[in-house]
């Protein structure tokens, strides 16, 4: 299984909403990942988890909130967020060793939660 | 900071030509690049290259870096239409965790 599940699809929120994106791999991987994608822009990386610790927090504003509560799952958590924050949301995993000293740069990509913030 | 620029931007061409889509980078302590094909949401993986002049081949896909130049190539022969989508080349360093930093991407369509 080379599958990363990303659910729901699709989101539609208000301003003052609280939802949350999921991802799930089965691959034994130990580093995950969020990418937040813009219309005709490339992934920008948002949070990398590894060994389910946060390792990267690439200065995001604190209305998302990421969660790794095991090695499979890892949550976005979002709460008052702005229309610009509409975007692709993408997860994705890698494989990590020897408690993240060995390093695979190779990312398995989910297909993405595209959210409409209104 | 990172750098990574593709070229061309956009393309269009006919099935069966070939195709060369150019990266350069921009990268402190350069690890590896990849390349990744997105053609709906999920970028899927298509080459990682760590060693200069080292060609990486699969089917109708190859693609090769260049550490001198700081550069790399796909090449894509006898372009089908199912080839339409957006590549993406992307850069890896040294640093304690596995970032990627990608570059803006070449759309390439392949028409009948």
């Known amino acids: 299984d080379t599958e990363v599940t990303q659910t729901p699809k699709h989101l539609v929120m208000g301003m003052t909403n609280k939802k949350s994106l999921k991802c799930e791999q089965h691959?034994?991987?130990?580093?995950m990942y969020w990418y937040k994608q813009k219309a005709k822009k490339p992934p920008e990386l948002m949070f990398v988890?590894?060994?389910?610790?946060?390792?990267i927090n690439e200065s995001v504003p604190s209305r998302f909130s990421p969660e790794c509560p095991n090695s499979s799952l890892l949550n976005l958590h979002l709460h008052a967020l702005q229309p610009e924050d509409s975007a692709l949301y993408l997860c994705?995993?890698?494989?990590?060793?020897?408690?993240?000293?060995?390093?695979?740069?190779?990312?398995?990509f989910g297909s993405g939660t595209q959210l409409s913030v209104l | 900071e990172d750098k990574v620029v593709q070229s061309p931007l956009s393309l269009v061409v006919h099935e069966g030509d070939t195709v060369t889509l150019n990266c350069s980078y921009e990268?402190?302590?350069?690890?590896?690049l990849l390349w990744y094909k997105q053609e709906k949401k999920a970028p899927t993986f298509l080459f990682m290259l760590?060693?200069?002049?080292i060609e990486k081949k699969s089917g109708r896909l190859s693609s090769i870096l260049d550490k001198k130049e700081l550069f790399s190539i796909l090449n894509i022969t006898a372009t089908q239409t199912g080839d339409s989508a957006i590549y993406l080349c992307?850069?890896?360093?040294?640093?304690?965790?596995?970032?990627?930093?990608f570059g803006t991407g070449t759309r390439l369509q392949v028409t009948l």
């Open positions: 992307a850069v890896a360093n040294t640093g304690t965790a596995s970032k990627l930093t």
């Open positions: 760590t060693s200069s002049g």
């Open positions: 990268v402190t302590n350069f690890r590896s």
């Open positions: 988890y590894s060994y389910e610790k946060l390792s």
């Open positions: 691959m034994g991987h130990r580093a």
């Open positions: 994705a995993s890698s494989r990590e060793g020897n408690r993240g000293r060995i390093r695979d740069e190779k990312l398995f």
